[in-house]
């Protein structure tokens, strides 16, 4: 074989190994835009979620809750009498 016939090779290698690696690279950013697309369409739809409180009572109230609940309890008592005479 001639020296231009191995050059002619190494060149069509070189240049389908060049758009190989071009293909991967545009491969690879495609999956990560798609990667950052579902990112923010998972962060723009949970704004809207919201917690709902359930209210459920304590299953034990300390005595100090307790104290505290009877003063405010008299003292509205007493505003309450307070207003009516």
């Given amino acids: ?5 191995w050059q002619s090779r190494r060149r069509w290698k070189q240049r389908i190994g060049f758009w190989g690696g071009v ?17 923010l369409t998972s962060v723009g739809d949970a704004k809207f979620m919201r917690y709902e409180p359930v209210d459920v009572p304590p299953q034990a109230v300390s005595p100090r809750h307790e104290r505290e609940r009877e003063e405010l309890e008299r003292h509205e008592r007493a505003m309450i009498e307070g207003k009516d005479k």
């Fill in 1 to 5: 074989m001639s020296p231009i016939s």
């Fill in 23 to 39: 293909v991967i690279v545009c491969l690879l950013g495609a999956v990560a835009a798609l990667g950052v697309r579902s990112l």
